[in-house]
Nanobody, 124 residues
Framework: QVQLVESGGGSVQAGGSLRLSCGVF??????????MAWFRQAPGKEREGVAT???????NYGDSVKGRFAISKDNVKNTLLLQMNSLKPEDTAMYYC????????????????WGQGTQVTVSS
């Protein structure tokens, strides 16, 4: 059973940076066998795909974060990361780590494993 635990959220002013982490537990080879992703959901809005990283390390980003966010993973530490730069108030949301075996898609319905989320608040 794959378990995901996010951390690193907080409050920051617009233009600032945050780095989110997702600890992966329960299966030692998750990052090597699973597509990993970050999603976010703001109050009153649908969940939005932020970024994915494939088993081979290929990345894909949602249009709203391209050029500002970077997804990466550390297979040794079993950790997924999301570096967020040039943050905007519209980036305010709960951020979730997710995993699925096989091919990467930036669609939340395709992911079966989810963390509890970490809140990111960006003030203007």
């Amino acid at each position: 059973q794959v378990q995901l635990v996010e951390s690193g959220g907080g409050s920051v002013q617009a233009g600032g940076s945050l780095r989110l982490s997702c600890g992966v537990f329960g299966y030692s080879y998750t990052l090597e066998m699973y597509c990993m992703a970050w999603f976010r959901q703001a109050p009153g809005k649908e969940r939005e795909g932020v970024a994915t990283i494939s088993t081979a390390g290929s990345t894909n980003y949602g249009d709203s974060v391209k050029g500002r966010f970077a997804i990466s993973k550390d297979n040794v530490k079993n950790t997924l990361l999301l570096q967020m730069n040039s943050l905007k108030p519209e980036d305010t949301a709960m951020y979730y780590c997710a995993a699925r075996p096989g091919r990467c898609v930036l669609q939340d319905s395709a992911f079966g494993y989810w963390g509890q989320g970490t809140q990111v608040t960006v003030s203007s």
